[in-house]
């Protein structure tokens, strides 16, 4: 191989290492980590193989995804090429197109050979979380729970965004709650959302009856809303991470009798979604509720929360 191309190879893998990290900037912390660890699988495999990443051929690209596919699922591998692509195009390249042979054959050849079917988490829904809130008990902790898990379902909430509330986040007011979200994955210039939590009709599943428990056991007035609780009841000054809210989630599940291994701190979000397609709120209302920007994405809920409410199996009398 030309020495000079390899040294120019070696110096634009380098320079888009700077730029993704400068573009980085406009994107969550977790898309970020995704994109990096992509970009360094990448180029690590094109060393091994003495071939040039930056620019990447549609032949190079190919073999890649031929070389990973038994490794990894079809859904990372395409959020490499988008890594790969971005890579590109942050150091002056055209980004990666998939419709250039060979990668166009080799790519269209392992969607329909593996499949393109993602297998997530459980939606917890409404019955689900009726349930999972009634095995908690009338402690600190259980009442923490509860309200962790009602407001987090109620107000479509990931976890990153649950556990980053403060109490000047929260707004009481006639009908309910107004709480600010500061930022969150689809938001990360700031820019800021309000969500509206309202009034349960079941007190003991009522999200605002829920967190005014949960402020007035705790005596919590300002900072962190969701705190650590230790097993002696404790209270802690640290803020709750976003892996314990997916623990709260399972261990709740597996309280109600619930397969604790299909949920997540997700299903809380999803499981809002899901459950009010199937109520049949409008689709515009489930997005400013769950602050998606995607109709595609927030269809996905919509489509499983629907499949029983318009079901034509149901109407032929059966």
Same mark, same amino acid.
């Given at each position: ?72 699922? &079809?859904? !990372? %591998? *395409? #959020? ?11 150091? /002056?390249?055209?980004?990666? =197109? ?79 709650? &107004?709480? !600010? %979200? *500061? #930022? ?11 969500? /509206?939590?309202?009034?349960? =009709? ?117």
């Amino acid at each position: 191989m030309d020495q000079r191309i390899t040294v120019q190879g070696a110096q634009l893998v380098e320079v888009a290492q700077t730029a993704m990290e400068y573009a980085a900037k406009s994107r969550s912390v977790s898309t970020v980590k995704a994109y990096q660890n992509d970009w360094q699988d990448f180029t690590a495999w094109c060393a091994e193989q003495a071939l040039q990443a930056m620019p990447a051929s549609p032949e190079t690209l190919a073999l890649y995804l031929t070389a990973k596919v038994d490794a990894v699922k &079809v859904s !990372t %591998l *395409e #959020r490499r090429l988008g890594a790969i692509s971005q890579a590109h195009k942050a150091a /002056g390249h055209s980004p990666v =197109s998939t419709r250039l042979e060979p990668l166009h054959s080799v790519w269209q050849g392992i969607k329909r050979t593996k499949g393109t079917v993602q297998h997530g988490k459980a939606p917890a829904r409404t019955d689900d979380i009726r349930a999972m809130v009634d095995t908690l008990p009338n402690s600190l902790l259980g009442i923490r729970d509860r309200a962790l898990l009602l407001i987090g379902f109620a107000g479509a909430f990931r976890r990153s965004e649950l556990v980053a509330l403060d109490v000047d986040h929260v707004q009481v007011t006639k009908e309910g709650l &107004v709480i !600010t %979200l *500061e #930022r969150s994955k689809t938001d990360q210039e700031g820019q800021g959302r309000k969500v /509206g939590i309202p009034y349960g =009709s079941n007190p003991a599943t009522c999200p605002v009856r829920a967190l005014h428990a949960w402020l007035g056991a705790s005596g919590i007035k300002d900072g962190a809303l969701f705190r650590s609780v230790n097993r002696h009841g404790q209270l802690h000054d640290g803020r709750l991470s976003d892996k314990a809210v997916a623990l709260v989630v399972k261990r709740c599940a597996d309280a109600a009798g619930l397969d604790a291994s299909m949920y997540s701190g997700h299903s809380l979000r999803s499981g809002l979604a899901t459950s009010a397609a199937a109520a049949g709120v409008s689709e515009r209302a489930i997005m400013a509720q769950t602050g998606h920007k995607s109709v595609n994405m927030v269809r996905r809920y919509i489509r499983e929360g629907s499949l029983f409410r318009e079901n034509a199996a149901a109407g032929v009398g059966l």
